[in-house]
């Protein structure tokens, strides 16, 4: 997601675990061939083999327009070390669309062709493009007509979020579109889209049939849910992350990425991640209040020593689930919301 997930918490949700695929947050491509050190920027990991320093891939996205553009920059971007492109055809925010980027493009399935296409022909065959889409713009009507468009365009894989532009993200998502994708499309499909519990991903992994999943927010709310799926496909017991096991990956993060902020701004991606991680913790709530107001690092820290503490709240909270065996699954983590 744009602004959120950087190559610091790329390193510490891959560091945890159960994720098999990171992606990059969008690299804005219009009209201008980029130079190297932009795609450095948005993805460091360029210069370790394009993988996080636990040894997770990393994918680099590109969102734009432009075929010739878009096809130029995917091959500077392997240039500087990319192994894998992947094309945002899903981002629904109004600047984004308002620049001929994003699910704004769905409203033409020959415009996402001929991108992909263009990307594809400009790249050697090894590199692997990959695509996401909406199920539309306005409406819900064009999803094969543009997962049809993916696959002719030669992507190797389409993960497609359940919904479309004008459904925004407000519930429900629409996983049995992407089970008929998957039916009609030759190529793998990733499910995407309101995946934020345990029980939803069953009911998403039943629905569509498939193998896949990508995770943006719901990864943020629940950074193990990769490791508590790959237990549910292995047959085994698994213990959730305790609230102050969380806390340490804050910890870990907040210092990390001190230095990188100014003074006034210390503190601000911590309080983004709380509420995202009070979905499923509700000391998150607490902790959060305890900062809202801060940036001092004497009163953040302070109080991340307070929660770094175990108390009775995280063994009541967080209890084992049974679980019953299912085929390997895979899990990816998403740039964007989109």
């Known amino acids: 997601m744009e602004g959120v997930i950087d190559h610091h918490v790329r390193a510490l949700l891959s560091a945890i675990g159960g994720i098999d695929v990171c992606v990059t947050e969008f690299v804005r491509v219009t009209h201008t061939r980029l130079p190297r050190k932009v795609f450095a920027r948005f993805c460091p990991e360029l210069e370790q083999g394009a993988t996080t320093p636990s040894g997770t891939p990393v994918k680099l996205q590109l969102l734009g327009g432009n075929p010739e553009t878009m096809a130029y920059n995917a091959a500077r971007a392997v240039e500087a070390g990319a192994r894998a492109i992947d094309l945002n055809f899903g981002c629904p925010a109004k600047s984004v669309n308002n620049s001929d980027g994003g699910a704004c ?11 992909i296409a263009a990307v594809r022909k400009a790249l050697p065959k090894e590199i692997p493009v990959s695509a996401k ?15 049809r468009a993916a696959e002719a365009g030669g992507a190797s894989e389409l993960v497609v979020h359940a919904r479309s532009k004008v459904d925004g993200y407000r519930p429900p998502a629409y996983w049995e579109y992407i089970g008929e994708i998957r039916q009609q499309i030759g190529i793998p499909v990733v499910a995407n889209g309101d995946l934020w ?3 939803e ?34 047959g085994r017991e698994y213990r959730p992350l305790q609230w ?17 902020y100014p003074a006034k701004y210390l503190g601000n991606r911590i309080k983004q991640w709380l509420a995202y991680l009070k979905l499923s913790y509700p000391q998150a709530n607490v902790f959060f ?31 084992p689930f049974a679980v019953t ?4 699954r895979q899990l990816h983590n998403e740039p964007t919301a989109a």
Not at 105 to 115: C, F, T, Y
Not at 133 to 147: C, K, M, P, Q, V
Not at 294 to 315: C, G, I, K, V, Y
């Open 197 to 199: 519990t345990m029980t």
């Open 244 to 260: 102050h096991q969380i806390v340490a990956h804050l910890y870990s993060y907040y210092s990390a990425t001190k230095a990188e």
């Open 133 to 147: 889409i909406r199920l539309g713009y306005e409406d819900r009507s064009s999803y094969l007509d543009n997962a």
């Open 325 to 328: 065996h299912c085929n390997n």
């Open 289 to 319: 209040e305890q900062i809202k107001r801060h940036r001092e690092p004497e009163m953040l820290e302070s109080a991340f020593m307070q929660h770094l503490q175990p108390n009775d709240a995280d063994t009541q909270d967080h209890k």
């Open 105 to 115: 493009l769905l409203q033409s399935p020959a415009r996402v062709e001929g991108i």
């Open 201 to 234: 991903f069953q009911r998403c992994r039943d629905v569509t049939g498939c193998d896949a999943f990508m995770f943006g927010r719901s990864l943020l709310a629940r950074p193990d849910i990769g490791l508590q799926i790959r237990a549910l496909c292995e």
